[in-house]
């Protein structure tokens, strides 16, 4: 009877314990379906105050679902499957895949130097640049750092040469690395990626990507910053002041194109996703087949980062311009991926354009909030910036109406003595000045100028914050020397 039981206990242990993995692989194999997908949009734009956005599915080779969300702009204007938005750092994959291209047609070699192709670049160390390879660029392992690559974000110089005269500037520019030995997520790369595919080609990169890619897989909505006439009326770009979102109209300039150049609208960049993914022969390189086959836990090469997920691996990237959002993201195991753009982004963006797409791929849920630090960025620095405020104010009122107070003593405190006294506390008001305006900016990798285009609420904020401790180091030096 006792061996009777254990038996039956036993069986009904590996029941269970089959059933468990059965339901686990069920839950992990089970996609949100369209419509949920759809309402999990709507609810985050709500949520956020998104003005508009565009969702694409595709899945096994074909696109299965494209749909537009809420307002393109004030006039009201709907946002459909074939409104343009700015896609932002998805563009690089078009440089890479023009690149690759040329590589297969044995127009250049990946691993030939950049200034075979473009004789003025060079860095402050030219041994050290003579090494940078196409290969560098493409995967960001160059030596050129973020911030060079984030330094002229407001430009909306059209010129032939505007590639050229920042690429000239390198010359004053330091690696931060040995060409190849580490990574840093660069525009200054796909700068150069540009103008090298203008140098190889003869024409214009406009041209280059409308012929190569745009054409052959017949993306009518789809452009190089510029819009023709033929094409739909694009989404205009949104950010936010304090949590309100208010409109903004920005078209960078030539020099941008590489990195984030492209505007496109979810009906065509998820014909390109799938050309890309599924080998389509009209544009595909097979060095990029190769690489997005290789099984690897992350990383980036030629235009793309990979990741991996609950065990799943991914291959995604994002986008950022002013006013637009964007991410794309792939599930090579099931063949399934999800785009989704936005027009808006700011300090209140949130983490809409990861939620969804970990939604619409049954991926682990994200938070679509603004996340803790954000918002601690954000008020924070508000409150800073009240501070030196009412510091300033209080300080100065009090050196005029109480002078003595501030003053030595006594006449026979040394004279190096009295210069502390002055000089020490505008120094440390000097230098928070210094470390408002560059410093903080740099550790993101950008300068401040940046931080406006995207974040316009908090820089002016650091702007407003390290102009009163410049003017408070200043007056208060000044009214203690002349008392």
């Not at 006039?75 to 440089?95: D, E, H, W």
């Not at 430009?155 to 190849?180: C, H, N, S």
């Not at 794309?328 to 099931?334: E, I, L, R």
């Not at 405190?413 to 120094?427: A, M």
Request: overall charge positive; charged content about 15%.
């Amino acid at each position: 009877m006792r061996s009777t039981v254990v038996q039956i206990s036993i069986l009904l242990f590996s029941c269970l314990f089959v059933s468990a993995i059965v339901i686990a692989q069920t839950t992990d194999q089970v996609s949100p379906s369209t419509e949920q997908i759809d309402a999990y949009v709507q609810q985050g734009m709500q949520q956020l105050a998104i003005p508009g956005a565009a969702l694409a599915l595709f899945r096994h080779g074909k696109v299965t679902h494209v749909k537009g969300f809420g307002r393109m702009d004030s006039t009201g204007a709907i946002v459909t499957a074939q409104t343009p938005f700015q896609i932002g750092s998805i563009s690089k994959s078009f440089a890479a895949l023009v690149v690759l291209q040329l590589a297969d047609e044995g127009r250049l070699s990946l691993d030939d130097p950049v200034s075979t192709y473009l004789s003025y670049f060079q860095t402050n160390d030219k041994t050290a640049s003579d090494q940078i390879s196409i290969r560098h660029l493409l995967n960001h392992r160059s030596g050129l750092s973020m911030l060079e690559g984030n330094r002229n974000q407001d430009t909306t110089y059209r010129g032939a040469d505007a590639m050229e005269r920042v690429i000239r500037d390198f010359k004053d520019v330091q690696l931060f690395a040995k060409p190849g030995a580490r990574f840093q997520y660069s525009n200054a790369n796909y700068i150069l990626i540009a103008q090298l595919i203008e140098s190889v080609e003869k024409m214009s990169y406009e041209k280059v990507v409308k012929n190569r890619i745009f054409a052959k897989l017949g993306m009518k909505n789809s452009y190089i910053q510029m819009a023709s006439d033929s094409v739909e009326r694009p989404a205009l770009g949104h950010t936010q002041w304090f949590g309100f979102t208010v409109e903004k109209n920005f078209i960078a300039g030539r020099l941008m194109m590489g990195a984030g150049g492209v505007t496109s609208s979810a009906e065509d960049l998820a014909i390109y996703l799938v050309a890309i993914f599924e080998n389509d022969p009209r544009i595909i390189s097979n060095t990029l087949a190769k690489a997005l086959a290789k099984e690897r836990k992350g990383g980036y090469e030629f235009g793309w980062e990979f990741d991996t997920v609950a065990g799943q691996r991914i291959i995604f990237h994002g986008g950022l311009n002013p006013g637009f959002l964007a991410m794309v993201k792939y599930k090579p195991k099931t063949r399934e991926g999800v785009l989704i753009l936005t027009n808006m982004n700011g300090s209140h963006e949130g983490n809409f354009i990861y939620g969804v797409t970990d939604y619409a791929l049954g991926l682990p849920p994200t938070d679509i909030a603004p996340s803790n630090m954000a918002l601690l960025r954000l008020w924070g620095t508000l409150g800073l910036m009240c501070l030196l405020a009412v510091g300033f104010v209080y300080s100065v009122v009090k050196l005029i109406k109480h002078p003595s107070k501030h003053l030595p003593k006594s006449h026979s405190d040394s004279v190096v003595k009295r210069w502390l006294r002055i000089s020490v506390p505008s120094l440390f008001l000097a230098g928070l000045s210094y470390f408002l305006a560059f410093v903080v900016p740099q550790l993101s990798g950008v300068n401040l100028t940046a931080v406006g285009m995207f974040y316009p609420d908090l820089h002016l904020m650091m702007a407003i914050s390290s102009v009163i401790a410049l003017l408070w180091a200043l007056a208060r030096t000044v009214l203690l020397i002349r008392q």
